[in-house]
């Protein structure tokens, strides 16, 4: 027989949103994101009856154009170069992985968590960082192009999903996070998001577990690709060095390339559990006790302890010494440069060359921008294959 309490009496039966929200607000640290308070959104809707605001926004980012488009473009090598190297999809995954774990461990939102890793990669640029920063050059003088900006104009402005509003009307949270990326947040685009205000912890969960994940990705795919030597990381790398050191004692006799890879695990276990603790520890140290004590704070409340943040720059540094800059990732570079700038020229100076949307959004929110919103949306192969016909004429599809 049944004692009559809560969880026996939903036995069989469909747990409502407001039972979800419940559930949540007892669970969740008292300086966590709450479905229950949050802002809301720029246009009302009615509530979901099963799923959260949060939960919401994860699936409207899950189905959106953006998101799927990110399984063509490049992370560090161009996405066509090989089938086993991250995309911006497969990494977006890997951090939204690490992000849970993390925000799981400080008893934060992992729903809003979620949403955020999913989207905080939409606003990049075919060809990696390289075509960021060949966008950003030519939009030097006509507001600018960064990815997170980019991002939020894609969620709030481009996707065309709903007949009653334009983007994905996503809550205030979200879209408040994927913006404050870097202080201070200074300049018209921050003014609806409180900008004396810092973001949420989950969003700084988010920034550090996206470090995370390239630096631990690129050092897979480095390897994987030989242009990494394991011999130049052993006793030159100090979180390979330790890192590699726990894998041997719990995995001894491992292959080579096995080993590579128990390393790489290691170095995420490595990192997650020293930004956990560390960022418990400031939590305690700063009497942290509400979000809007998280809201006051003059800097991230998450973040590494010195040693490990001492260990994360000298890895960084190596990654740039022996792979960025490494002359077959050069060449692929000064290809983005090329394509970007040649496509970017070539729309500027006839926007009939442009899909009808584009060139109807450009009488409104201006010629560059709807080139920048064009460019920067396309995948590695479409931006290949738009160049190919225009400048390589016979070599491109009218179809395209």
């Not at 004692?3 to 607000?25: C, H, M, P």
């Amino acid at each position: 027989m049944g004692n009559g309490s809560d969880t026996e009496a939903e036995t069989g039966r469909i747990v409502s949103r407001e039972q979800v929200l419940a559930r949540e607000d007892a669970r969740l640290a008292p300086y966590a994101c709450r479905g229950c308070a949050s802002n809301g959104r720029r246009m009302e809707e009615p509530p979901d009856p099963l799923r959260t605001d949060f939960q919401r926004d994860r699936d409207r980012i899950i189905h959106s154009t953006a998101f799927r488009r990110l399984n063509g473009k490049t992370q560090v090598f161009v996405a066509d170069t090989g089938d086993h190297y991250r995309t911006r999809l497969t990494h977006s995954l890997e951090v939204s992985q690490i992000a849970r774990a993390i925000s799981r461990s400080l008893s934060l939102n992992e729903d809003l968590t979620e949403a955020l890793a999913l989207a905080h990669d939409l606003g990049h640029t075919p060809f990696g960082h390289s075509g960021g920063d060949v966008l950003g050059e030519l939009m030097s003088e006509h507001g600018g192009f960064e990815h997170n900006r980019q991002a939020l104009r894609i969620l709030d402005v481009l996707e065309v999903k709903y007949p009653d509003f334009g983007g994905l009307n996503l809550t205030y949270e979200v879209r408040e996070s994927i913006i404050k990326h870097k202080r201070p947040f200074e300049g018209e685009d921050y003014a609806p998001y409180r900008p004396d205000e810092g973001p949420c912890l989950e969003a700084q969960v988010v920034d550090l577990a996206d470090g995370i994940a390239y630096l631990s990705a690129d050092l897979d795919d480095g390897l994987r690709s030989g242009i990494l030597k394991r011999d130049a990381l052993d006793h030159n790398v100090g979180l390979w060095e330790q890192a590699r050191e726990e894998a041997l004692a719990r995995y001894p006799g491992t292959s080579d390339r096995l080993l590579e890879l128990k390393v790489v695990a290691q170095l995420i276990s490595l990192l997650v559990r020293d930004l956990c603790e560390s960022t418990g520890r400031r939590l305690a140290e700063r009497q942290i006790a509400s979000l809007e004590d998280v809201r006051l704070q003059p800097d991230s409340v998450v973040a590494f302890s010195p040693d490990v943040l001492s260990g994360e720059v000298e890895l960084r540094k190596f990654l740039y010494d022996h792979f960025y800059t490494h002359f077959k990732v050069c060449r692929m570079r000064n290809r983005a440069r090329v394509m970007i700038t040649g496509l970017f020229r070539a729309y500027r100076e006839g926007k009939e060359l442009m899909p009808p949307r584009f060139q109807s959004l450009a009488d409104t929110d201006g010629l560059e921008r709807v080139v920048a919103d064009y460019v920067s949306g396309m995948t590695d192969r479409y931006a290949q294959k738009e160049y190919g016909l225009l400048f390589q004429p016979g070599e491109g599809s009218l179809d395209a």
